[in-house]
Nanobody, 120 residues
Framework: QVQLVESGGGLVQPGGSLRLSCAAS????????MGWYRQAPGKQRELVAT???????NYADSVKGRFTISRDSAKNTVYLQMNSLKPEDTAVYYC??????????????WGQGTQVTVSS
C-alpha cells in the first residue's frame, strides 16, 4: 500500500548536476528517516545520504560537499541534489524510507531505482 517513486535520473557530463526526487504515497501515518542508496554494476548497494524526520543529515565520504539531501515532509518527498558529478557516481540510485503505516505497523520501503550515468 506504500509506493516510493523516484525521478530525475539521466545522463550527464562530468562536472554536471542532477536532482533526484522520491515521493512516497499510500497509507502513511508518518515517515521517519529517508535516504538515498546506490548500486554500481558489480558492486554492493551503498549508502549515499540519509535525513531524519528532524532534518539531521548523514553523507558517505565520497559525496560530502557535492551532494545535498533534503525533504519536504508536507509532500512526503525526499530530494538529492548532486553537483560536480564524477564518472564514479554512475549507478542506479534507490530511495529508502522508514514509514509507519498503522498504529504499530512500521517498515522500510524501497523505490524502483533510477539510473544516473556520468559520462562524456
Amino acid at each position: 500500500q506504500v509506493q516510493l517513486v523516484e525521478s530525475g535520473g539521466g545522463l550527464v557530463q562530468p562536472g554536471g548536476s542532477l536532482r533526484l526526487s522520491c515521493a512516497a504515497s499510500g497509507t502513511i501515518f508518518s515517515i521517519y528517516g529517508m535516504g538515498w542508496y546506490r548500486q554500481a554494476p558489480g558492486k554492493q548497494r551503498e549508502l549515499v545520504a540519509t535525513i531524519t524526520s528532524g532534518g539531521s543529515t548523514n553523507y558517505a565520504d565520497s559525496v560530502k560537499g557535492r551532494f545535498t539531501i533534503s525533504r519536504d515532509s508536507a509532500k512526503n518527498t525526499v530530494y538529492l541534489q548532486m553537483n560536480s558529478l564524477k564518472p564514479e557516481d554512475t549507478a542506479v540510485y534507490y530511495c529508502n524510507a522508514d514509514i509507519r503505516t498503522g498504529t504499530v505497523a512500521r517498515s522500510q520501503y524501497w523505490g524502483q531505482g533510477t539510473q544516473v550515468t556520468v559520462s562524456s
